[in-house]
């Protein structure tokens, strides 16, 4: 019951999340968590990261501008506490799957949707998410045996969303 994609490519695990979601939704599917969408800026190569809480019309930026010269890691991680509260907050009404962004740097070291995953699976709830290759084994030490890796497809991902909620 949990799935997870890993990608290669910058930002296509968002956008396949991002299209599984809005296409479940589309079928009625009531959806707990949130999808990242990342916004393009002219005047930097990195972009602005948001969070789209399923459940709710709410958006959270997660990143912060540390100026043109950094190289430090961006995450806001009050904005991404913010977003997990919410998304938690949805639990309550029983929702056919959850999608979580990605099991990053801050679900490794305990915090951001890690108790989330652990909550929404211990009622029975699917997750699927997306893990990049350097947390892979951080990942699966979490997982410990229950994970699912999905095909980067949207078609493989929805078929793997109504296989886990049939």
């Not at 904005?79 to 740097?105: D, H, M, Q, S, W």
């Not at 078609?155 to 109504?162: G, T």
């Amino acid at each position: 019951m949990l799935g997870y994609l890993i990608v290669r490519t910058r930002g296509e695990a968002d956008r396949l999340l991002v299209a599984a979601a809005e296409t479940l939704q589309a079928e009625g599917w009531p959806l707990a968590g949130a999808v990242q969408t990342n916004v393009e800026r002219a005047s930097t190569t990195r972009c602005d990261m948001d969070l789209h809480v399923l459940a709710m019309d709410r958006v959270i930026r997660i990143s912060q501008n540390l100026g043109a010269h950094s190289t430090g890691c961006r995450l806001d991680p009050a904005a991404l506490e913010t977003a997990v509260g919410l998304a938690e907050a949805t639990l309550a009404a029983a929702p056919r799957l959850c999608i979580i962004n990605k099991f990053g740097k801050a679900e490794i070291e305990g915090n951001g949707f890690r108790s989330f995953i652990g909550t929404a699976l211990a009622q029975g709830i699917p997750v699927l998410t997306s893990v990049n290759t350097t947390n892979l084994a951080a990942f699966q030490a979490y997982a410990e045996g229950f994970a699912e890796e999905v095909a980067p497809d949207l078609q493989a991902i929805l078929d793997w969303c109504r296989t886990q909620s049939a």
